[in-house]
């Protein structure tokens, strides 16, 4: 009889160690609604009801408002997106004239990375509400996989400082290697380099981004440089 719990024991700890390493699936989810401004909305989404799954959701829905406005209380997206469409109504009210082409909303992620310790997310957005152009941004965020836990810099890389080292060296080579035009000096408005808000993982290596504005001007539009895993992963916590 104890040989039969024994062995009754075993098979349900090797059953839970399959199911709690089975890797999280997701599938598109698509915001339906009709607004009065050009709104759409398109995002990953976890598959199933458990724990990791919702956790994982939130952080995505989260991540989507605080790339919207950081100083968003909100908590729901579709409430964010009806306020979004309220604004419009309102400036269309009062300034008709003004209100075509009408006001866009566009909210789009794509999961660029997967491993058994790692989610990494892009979430692009991009607001139009009149003038000579829109607004577009592109946010990673980067999830624990077996907590959903947000990542921030300081959980993915084990020594900043020696990382910045690396990563200038890499902002330099791609720089050489996009534009024989462009150099140092025309990035970061004079300061030195810094490292940037968005560092990602991706397949071909750890994704360093600047979003437009953020070190140089709207012509330069989105730096981005690649840092190949053979080189970063002696300063990563994870993999």
């Given at each position: ?32 609604s009709n607004y009065d ?51 419009y109504l309102r400036f ?148």
């Amino acid at each position: 009889m104890k040989h039969f719990i024994y062995l009754f024991s075993l098979f349900v700890l090797l059953i839970s160690c399959e199911f709690e390493s089975k890797p999280v699936s997701f599938k598109t989810h698509s915001i339906d609604s009709n607004y009065d401004a050009d709104i759409s909305v398109t995002f990953d989404e976890a598959i199933g009801n458990s724990e990791l799954s919702k956790t994982i959701n939130l952080k995505i829905k989260e991540s989507i408002i605080t790339s919207l406005s950081e100083d968003s209380i909100k908590t729901n997206l579709e409430s964010v997106l009806n306020d979004f469409n309220s604004e419009y109504l309102r400036f269309k009210k009062e300034f008709h004239e003004a209100s075509n082409p009408p006001w866009e909303l566009h909210i789009e992620t794509e999961k660029v990375y997967q491993s058994e310790d790692i989610l990494t997310f892009t979430i692009n957005t991009y607001q139009f509400k009149g003038g000579a152009h829109g607004n577009d941004k592109i946010k990673f965020l980067n999830l624990n996989a077996k907590t959903g836990a947000v990542l921030s810099h300081n959980d993915i890389v084990k020594n900043l400082k020696d990382f910045k080292i690396l990563a200038k060296k890499h902002f330099i080579k791609s720089l050489e290697s996009d534009n024989d035009t462009i150099n140092m000096e025309d990035f970061f408005f004079g300061k030195p380099f810094q490292l940037p808000e968005n560092i990602g993982f991706s397949e071909d290596g750890l994704v360093l981004l600047y979003n437009v504005y953020e070190i140089a001007s709207y012509n330069q539009g989105y730096t981005e440089f690649v840092i190949p895993f053979n080189e970063a992963e002696i300063y990563l916590k994870v993999n």
